[in-house]
T-cell receptor, first 110, second 115 residues
Framework: GDKVKQSPSALSLQEGTNSALRCNFSIAATTVQWFLQNPRGSLINLFYLVPGTKENGRLKSTFNSKESYSTLHIRDAQLEDSGTYFCAAEANSAGNKLTFGIGTRVLVRP | EAAVTQSPRSKVAVTGGKVTLSCHQTNNHDYMYWYRQDTGHGLRLIHYSYVADSTEKGDIPDGYKASRPSQENFSLILELASLSQTAVYFC??????????????FGEGSRLIVV
């Protein structure tokens, strides 16, 4: 919800192009996780981040705790990247439980 | 092979009836969670457990009970199902280090429709 704001809410990408998703936090996030919910509804963990950057194949994610945001970059988008991407932040103020954003719907077009 | 399995995957329940959603994990994780997903709300934590025979309230526990009879199994119980509990429910597990340092592994979800 409001504590974790994702943008954009939806995104349409041409296959082979690059794009970035963003999460802004109004809580003092200590760690961030990114998930992909595929069209079948399955939730797949993409990244677990402390402040810093991780890369996995065509995906790259950064978590900047001082400026309270995280980004997920998709490089050379493929059809199987379609789905809804969720970020979730852990914060001491939330009892270290994860607070989820409402997601970014991504459609990759052929 | 799926490490977190939920059953049933889909259910239609009558208002006022009892519903039990079951979750089984083979990750050897101590922590298990139940989330619900509604359009426009992302995922919200209902109950969680960090050890067998103990459960904790999450952010939206009202109307739900949980049971953790063993490390592998975690159930969500709706004693009196209501229309507002129509949603998709996800179970997840994570390792024993508490919320910090945990990666969540989700089941495939259980779609509940209350009529």
């Amino acid at each position: 919800g409001d504590k974790v704001k994702q943008s954009p809410s939806a995104l349409s990408l041409q296959e082979g192009t690059n794009s970035a998703l963003r999460c802004n936090f109004s809580i003092a996030a200590t760690t961030v996780q990114w998930f992909l919910q595929n069209p079948r509804g399955s939730l797949i963990n993409l990244f677990y981040l402390v402040p810093g950057t991780k890369e996995n194949g065509r995906l790259k994610s950064t978590f900047n705790s001082k400026e309270s945001y995280s980004t997920l970059h998709i490089r050379d988008a493929q059809l199987e990247d379609s789905g809804t991407y969720f970020c979730a932040a852990e914060a001491n103020s939330a009892g270290n439980k994860l607070t989820f954003g409402i997601g970014t719907r991504v459609l990759v077009r052929p | 092979e799926a490490a977190v399995t939920q059953s049933p995957r889909s259910k239609v329940a009558v208002t006022g009836g009892k519903v039990t959603l079951s979750c089984h994990q083979t990750n050897n994780h101590d922590y298990m969670y139940w989330y619900r997903q509604d359009t426009g709300h992302g995922l919200r934590l209902i109950h969680y457990s960090y050890v067998a025979d103990s459960t904790e309230k999450g952010d939206i526990p009202d109307g739900y009970k949980a049971s953790r009879p063993s490390q592998e199994n975690f159930s969500l119980i709706l004693e009196l199902a209501s229309l507002s509990q129509t949603a998709v429910y996800f179970c997840a597990s994570s390792d024993a280090r508490g919320f910090s340092g945990n990666t969540l592994y989700f089941g495939e979800g259980s779609r509940l429709i209350v009529v």
